[in-house]
């Protein structure tokens, strides 16, 4: 089922907000790259409100010893409580893969409004 959430302009590239749709606490992300993201607003590891981590992105390395770059911003949430980090394109835990996810949901973006398919 397909539900309102906001309008494009609601979210500023690069920021989220806060939103509850049929009772579900959501975080909606505008990435770097204009797309929308939508994710429960609650860590799985103890509850933390992924609200108010902060929205980044990662540094990588191809090999050890290697320069660090800078990647995927505004992609990255980060729990406040513990600094557990969550793919906001996936759900999965970047920091326990094999243990935490946090739940996702389909986005569509029509004529600047954003839906949830829930």
């Given at each position: 089922?397909?539900?309102?959430?906001?309008?494009?302009?609601?979210?500023?590239?690069?920021?989220?907000?806060?939103?509850?749709?049929?009772?579900?606490?959501?975080?909606?992300?505008?990435?770097?790259?204009?797309?929308?993201?939508?994710?429960?607003?609650?860590?799985?590891?103890?509850?933390?409100?992924?609200?108010?981590?902060?929205l980044?992105?990662?540094?990588v390395?191809?090999?050890?010893?290697?320069?660090?770059?800078?990647?995927?911003?505004?992609?990255?949430?980060?729990?406040?409580?513990?600094?557990?980090?969550?793919?906001?394109?996936?759900?999965?835990?970047?920091?326990?893969?094999?243990?935490?996810?946090?739940?996702?949901?389909?986005?569509?973006?029509?004529?600047?409004?954003?839906?949830?398919?829930?």
């Amino acid at each position: 089922m397909r539900y309102h959430v906001c309008s494009t302009q609601d979210v500023p590239q690069g920021e989220k907000r806060s939103y509850t749709v049929k009772n579900i606490p959501l975080v909606v992300i505008h990435s770097a790259r204009d797309e929308f993201y939508a994710i429960y607003r609650f860590c799985p590891h103890q509850r933390g409100d992924l609200f108010t981590g902060i929205l980044g992105g990662q540094t990588v390395a191809s090999q050890p010893g290697e320069p660090f770059k800078y990647e995927r911003e505004g992609e990255i949430l980060r729990c406040p409580w513990h600094s557990f980090s969550y793919d906001v394109t996936t759900g999965a835990c970047l920091t326990v893969p094999e243990k935490l996810r946090v739940k996702t949901y389909p986005v569509i973006v029509e004529d600047q409004q954003v839906f949830l398919d829930i």
